[in-house]
């Protein structure tokens, strides 16, 4: 009896243990099951990664996987198909880069970048050969709002777009004075908005085609950018600091008198001369009026030539060395020879202050503006710390190398 007790307690024992053993195993399994070895996080970071190594096919296969499989709430999907949109539209997929910009947008119609999309959307339909879907598309998505008043003064229209004189004459205004002296002609004007409206259709059809999204042009972009803002500040300091007086203009141009003497200048006539041994027939011809007259004045220290005889410095010099009616020996100028008779003369004279004051007050104010820029740059870049590091090899290190 008491053998039968003691087997009893050793299988109700074993039983215990098996069922401990089981039921761990039961619970490792079902904790493994719970945590898969790949989530939707890893997915994400692996397509980000593929993106990033530049293995777009690779990055858009993955995004398609995340996208079918994640839970994440709609604003977040739509970011995600808005990023496969744009690089179907790199690898020029572009059926499959507005699949997905379209579904961006019913994931989240009221999203920060809408303006954005609507210009992708044009892009790819606009690269996809489908012009005429891609203006539907521009039109209605820069729909005036109904009810928004309507301008009388319409200039241009572009499909449903309107430009109004407004803006040309805001276009115009800022144009140098006599740029805008000219388009104050009404069919200078005409011509100019002709060429504005082509302008405008070009610039949006580059728009459709994404090229303002490429690199170059960004950088061409930003460096415009950077040197209106550089002229712009460098303006504002030199209106700040720039102050005239007549007293300035005429103190400098006491100092600079010489810079404003009329040259010695002369006309002259010439013959072209066949043969050195009939120069005493053109001399004679010229000394009769028959040679053919330069009507400009000819500058002394000039080189240049009128009525297309190009440039000779030594038939100038010649030129200056005779009086008026003087025959100047036989000189070659492209390869023919020439005769020179001096017609009339002049000498070098003074110009008067008041003659030549705003040629003065030009350049005056041009070097005092010069000389504002350079303080300013000067300043900018000692309270900077501005050092150039760079120096460039001696000519012998050239050599050597």
């Known amino acids: 009896m008491k053998k039968n007790v003691i087997v009893t307690i050793g299988v109700i024992i074993l039983l215990v243990i098996v069922n401990l053993f089981i039921t761990k195993k039961v619970s490792n399994y079902t904790n493994c099951s719970q945590q898969p070895a790949w989530t939707d996080k890893l997915q994400l970071e692996y397509a980000n990664t593929l993106l990033s190594k530049g293995l777009n096919t690779n990055a858009a296969q993955a995004f398609e996987v995340y996208i079918e499989r994640t839970h994440a709430n709609n604003k977040d999907l739509a970011g995600i198909c808005n990023k496969l949109g744009d690089i179907y539209l790199d690898l020029k997929e572009y059926e499959k880069a507005l699949a997905n910009f379209y579904k961006s947008e019913l994931l989240d119609p009221n999203s920060d970048d809408k303006q954005d999309m609507n210009q992708k959307i044009v892009s790819a339909l606009e690269n996809s050969g489908l012009s005429q879907q891609a203006q539907y598309e521009l039109e209605s998505r820069t729909a005036v709002k109904p009810g928004a008043p309507k301008s009388k003064n319409v200039a241009i229209r572009i499909g449903k777009r309107e430009i109004t004189i407004e803006e040309i ?233």
Request: net charge positive; proline share 3%; no cysteine.
């Open 169 to 401: 004459d805001g276009v115009i205004n800022n144009f140098p004075e006599s740029v805008r002296k000219e388009l104050s002609n009404d069919d200078a004007k005409l011509r100019f908005i002709r060429e504005y409206a082509a302008s405008e259709v070009l610039y949006e059809k580059g728009k459709k085609l994404g090229l303002d999204k490429l690199n170059s042009v960004r950088i061409m972009i930003e460096d415009f950018k950077k040197k209106l803002i550089l002229q712009e500040l460098l303006r504002n300091e030199v209106d700040k600091e720039l102050k005239i007086t007549p007293d300035d203009i005429s103190l400098y141009y006491q100092a600079n008198q010489k810079r404003y003497r009329t040259p010695e200048r002369a006309k002259v006539a010439f013959l072209e001369l066949s043969d050195l041994a009939k120069n005493n027939e053109i001399a004679s011809k010229l000394k009769q009026g028959k040679g053919e007259k330069i009507e400009e004045w000819i500058e002394k220290g000039s080189v240049y030539l009128p009525n297309n005889l190009g440039e000779s410095k030594e038939a100038v010099e010649n030129i200056f060395k005779q009086q008026k009616g003087g025959i100047v020996d036989p000189v070659k100028i492209k390869g023919k020879l020439y005769m020179f008779i001096v017609n009339d003369k002049q000498p070098s004279t003074q110009q008067g202050f008041e003659e030549v004051k705003q040629q003065v007050e030009g350049e005056y104010r041009m070097q005092k503006q010069q000389q504002i820029v350079k303080s300013f740059v000067d300043r900018a870049m000692e309270q900077q710390e501005v050092a150039i590091l760079f120096q460039p090899k001696k000519t012998d290190e050239k050599v050597s190398k």
